[in-house]
């Protein structure tokens, strides 16, 4: 049997549920807006909050790009593209620049991003207390009374054991002076493209039900202390294998017979448009 | 043409979300507004008619400021299986253009700004006004905002202090949306700080 799903998979009655929380969400920077979270065909964790929030955004003259950890084509990526395309007919596209609606999980494009475009970030865990408050309740509380000690703690303690701040990603950040926010498990080298950005950001988390925004030129500032400034992680004098390019997110790749460790761009887009530049002059 | 409940009500939220992360950005939603030409036009206007039907549906509680309240709270009632309660209860206020000043005060004043454990189950009030612009007649700044950005906002009412008053303890207050009879839409989400007022 052939189902004929609505445009864009839901129902209009779920659409003007998330759009009512997303309206919300942008009304109050960095604060999670509790939302439904419907069933969706795939699992859980599995970037659902992302993909409801892009289904309640997609039109028909949307371009859709998708991304998994910077790779246009993994598994997660190419099913959620499936999914979109299949119940809208719109384009994708891999390019960053052409896209009006980028989703993402774990990571903001190297290109940076315009007015016009909305980013859909995919979180696991939209609260940057939970690592030490377990209660929902609790963590409300704590949002409520804007009593962040834990969060400034947690990174006290890195900086004690480890001697630096040891978040590999989903470092905390403070939004508009007001919330603290979990900007979703993008690496640090990512953060600071949250602050003032040209593009509207929202933040989907399926399982744990919320959604949240950091609308254009918000204030958006990664929790570090006077004496212990913030540091993005650091690629000196280390470069894309492929396209050659300095000053991105490398993802760390290791020979197997020569057992000789190479770089290349986590952003694979941004790589193979470098490289068509190349082969193009 | 009839209003397309798939795309169209997509369209003109994708602009009204625009305008609410931007604001000051004033979208036009004249294509989606044209097509809801049904007898309810003499009650509702086009423009807020559409984000009524953009937004509310069951699980809605909404207000009506009108002169013909009972009429037009029905009228949206049958469309979209909301409720209509009071001020204080609303997640939707609309303030119609014939609305008395009084009442427009007393819903600013009554509104529900949403508490600190739950800011986001406060009110969003849709205001009917005489017209929207970006004439430099106020200026804003916050959230959405690279430096400044200027509007100007014909109504009935004054509403600057009052909504001033109300959004002082931020992240309580309020977020109101603004609809013109030719179909504009201003979004004042409750961050946006309106610095100063050019009088005349």
């Given at each position: 049997m052939r189902i004929e799903y609505n445009f864009a998979f839901f129902d209009e009655g779920s659409k003007r549920e998330i759009r009512r929380a997303t309206l919300k969400a942008v009304a109050i920077p960095g604060y999670q807006v509790p939302f439904a979270s419907r069933e969706m065909p795939i699992a859980r964790g599995w970037g659902t909050g992302g993909l409801q929030l892009t289904l309640s955004l997609v039109g028909k003259e949307d371009i859709l790009k998708v991304i998994d950890q910077g790779s246009d084509e993994s598994v997660n990526a190419v099913n959620i593209k499936k999914l979109i395309t299949k119940t809208t007919g719109i384009k994708v596209t891999d390019e960053t620049s052409e896209a009006t609606i980028i989703q993402s999980r774990h990571r903001i494009p190297e290109i940076p991003l315009q007015a016009g475009q909305i980013l859909v970030l995919q979180v696991p865990l939209p609260e940057p207390l939970r690592y030490y408050e377990p209660s929902e309740l609790e963590t409300k509380k704590l949002h409520a009374e804007q009593e962040y000690s834990g969060a400034w703690l947690m990174l006290f303690e890195q900086i004690m054991n480890y001697g630096t701040m040891s978040t590999g990603a989903d470092h905390p950040a403070m939004v508009h002076d007001r919330y603290v926010m979990a900007p979703s498990p993008i690496p640090r080298f990512d953060n600071p493209k949250l602050n003032h950005s040209q593009a509207l950001i929202l933040l989907g988390a399926g399982r744990e039900k919320k959604v949240y925004a950091v609308p254009p030129y918000t204030r958006v500032e990664s929790l570090a202390f006077e004496d212990f400034s913030f540091e993005v992680e650091g690629f000196k004098n280390k470069y894309c294998g492929?396209?050659?390019?300095?000053?991105v997110f490398l993802d760390e790749m290791l020979d197997d017979l020569t057992g000789e460790t190479f770089y290349q761009c986590n952003d694979t887009s941004y790589c193979l448009q470098r490289l068509n530049q190349k082969s193009a002059g | 043409m009839k209003l397309d409940l798939v795309h169209d009500l997509q369209e003109a939220y994708r602009k009204t979300l625009d305008s609410m992360s931007r604001p000051g950005l004033i979208s036009n939603i004249r294509d989606q507004a044209s097509k809801v030409a049904m007898e309810i036009n003499d009650f509702i206007p086009p423009a807020a008619l559409v984000m009524v039907l953009m937004l509310f549906d069951t699980e809605v509680k909404f207000k009506v400021c009108s002169k013909r309240e009972a009429e037009i709270a029905e009228l949206i009632n049958q469309l979209t299986y909301a409720k209509a309660t009071e001020i204080e209860s609303a997640d939707f206020i609309l303030v119609l253009k014939d609305a008395d000043p009084e009442e427009f005060e007393q819903v600013i004043n009554s509104a529900c700004p949403g508490d600190?454990?739950?800011?986001?189950k406060a009110a969003t009030i849709i205001v009917e006004a005489d017209s929207v612009s970006n004439d430099r007649d106020l200026t804003l700044i916050g959230p959405g905002i690279e430096i400044e950005s200027y509007i100007s906002v014909k109504t009935n009412y004054s509403w600057v202090d009052l909504r001033a008053e109300k959004n002082s303890e931020y992240p309580l207050g309020i977020d109101l949306i603004f609809t013109d009879r030719d179909t504009n839409i201003l979004c004042l989400p409750r961050t946006t700080q309106i610095v100063q007022e050019v009088a005349g």
């Open positions: 492929l396209c050659g390019a300095k000053e | 600190l454990h739950d800011p986001h």
